[in-house]
């Protein structure tokens, strides 16, 4: 019989800030550090997939319905 399981696929993505700098070696500094005058944009996209032997893998102790099957009932 087959069991059901939620695979945790990891993923990286990329945060966007705004800074003033003297170069881009400086921003980079300045960012890292959370510096004061570093401005979170709040704005993030997708980079990549890690490799699955990062990925984490647990049974699945209650069905999940997908949406499509919660309109049909």
């Known amino acids: ?14 945060r966007h800030y705004s800074v003033e ?6 921003a980079k500094a300045l960012v ?3 510096a004061p005058g570093v401005v979170d944009l709040e704005f993030e996209e997708y980079s990549h997939e ?3 032997d990062t990925w ?3 049974e699945q102790s ?8 919660e ?3």
């Open 1 to 14: 019989m087959k069991k059901t399981y939620i695979v945790g696929v990891r993923e990286v993505h990329v």
């Open 21 to 26: 700098a003297e170069n881009e070696e400086d």
């Open 32 to 34: 890292n550090q959370r």
């Open 50 to 52: 890690l490799k699955p």
């Open 56 to 58: 984490s893998v647990e």
């Open 62 to 69: 209650e069905k999940i319905q997908k949406p499509a099957e």
């Open 71 to 73: 309109d049909a009932s």
